[in-house]
């Protein structure tokens, strides 16, 4: 059992400054951090991060972190980074401290960057913690499913599975924008999972196929959609929070059916934030 949990001279105020330059943390970054924040213990395999934000392996997870120190390192020449015993930088241990699981290496946080996360990303912890809740809320009362019905379902509630495989044969691409880079596509329930039966969970007129900035926003009922399909857009977002998300008032779904009228209703109703 090993643990990396070599120092880095990188302070919470650092780690803010850093968060919030879009130059060194691009929005691949700030989605890999934002997800192990959510997560138990602020950590998580490789393999699991790249599952969750629907990358096709983690590979892509191991030059993206790397790359992201090497623009800090060369920012800040004053931070010193974990050395290898052969004296080369580790890269992925200059935001992360590291240890061995049962049966793979997690990344996990570092306390620094979870405290400057927790001032970026506020409502974060909270989301996700209820994300858990809903899962083991449902596997108590579920037991009486098949196995594989109910791994379906769990499986849909993070945007995996079968129901984002139907998605995708569905949309082609993000349902908004037309976006075929599908790994970075989210599937997104309409009408939230925690209010589903089992068998709109697995619908695939209840669900959405978007580009993260869209997904997080429909899913905090920021925007939502009319039964036309055109964007709806919440008073509780300004002008300069939409141009900086790329969200624009013309925006409307690719395509919309007699089936996804009565979630979007629902949607509307219980989600949206007018």
Excluded at 93 to 111: A, D, H, K, Q
Excluded at 243 to 249: D, F, H, P, R
Excluded at 252 to 261: A, T, V
Aim: hydrophobic share 40%; proline share 4%; charged share 20%.
């Amino acid at each position: 059992m090993g643990f990396y949990n070599q120092g880095v001279n990188i302070t919470a105020d650092l780690w803010k400054e850093i968060l919030q330059d879009k130059e060194l943390c691009t929005d691949q970054v700030l989605q890999i951090l934002s997800f192990l924040y959510r997560s138990e213990g602020y950590g998580a395999p490789a393999g699991v991060i790249a599952m969750a934000l629907n990358y096709v392996h983690h590979a892509p997870l191991n030059r993206i972190i790397p790359d992201f120190s090497k623009r800090i390192l060369k920012k800040y020449p004053f931070i010193n980074p974990p050395i290898r015993k052969n004296g080369k930088i580790r890269y992925w241990n200059v935001p992360f401290l590291g240890t061995y699981g049962e049966s793979n290496f997690i990344w996990i946080l570092r306390p620094e960057l979870v405290e400057a996360l927790n001032h970026v990303l506020p409502n974060a912890k909270t989301h996700q913690s209820a994300l858990f809740q809903e899962i083991e809320q449902f596997k108590e009362t579920s037991t009486s499913l098949q196995e594989t019905t109910r791994e379906a379902i769990i499986q849909s509630r993070i945007g995996q599975g079968q129901f984002r495989l139907s998605l995708i044969a569905y949309w082609q691409g993000c349902s908004v924008t037309g976006c075929s880079q599908i790994e970075v596509l989210r599937a997104s329930h309409i009408k939230p999972w925690k209010d589903c039966t089992n068998d709109e969970r697995l619908n695939v007129y209840n669900g959405l196929l978007l580009l993260p900035n869209l997904d997080a926003c429909f899913d905090i009922g920021l925007i939502s959609f009319s039964d036309e399909g055109n964007i709806l857009i919440s008073s509780q977002i300004g002008e300069t929070a939409l141009a900086q998300l790329g969200i624009k008032k013309g925006m409307k779904l690719s395509k919309i059916e007699p089936e996804h009228k009565v979630f979007l209703e629902y949607h509307r109703q219980k989600v949206f934030q007018t």
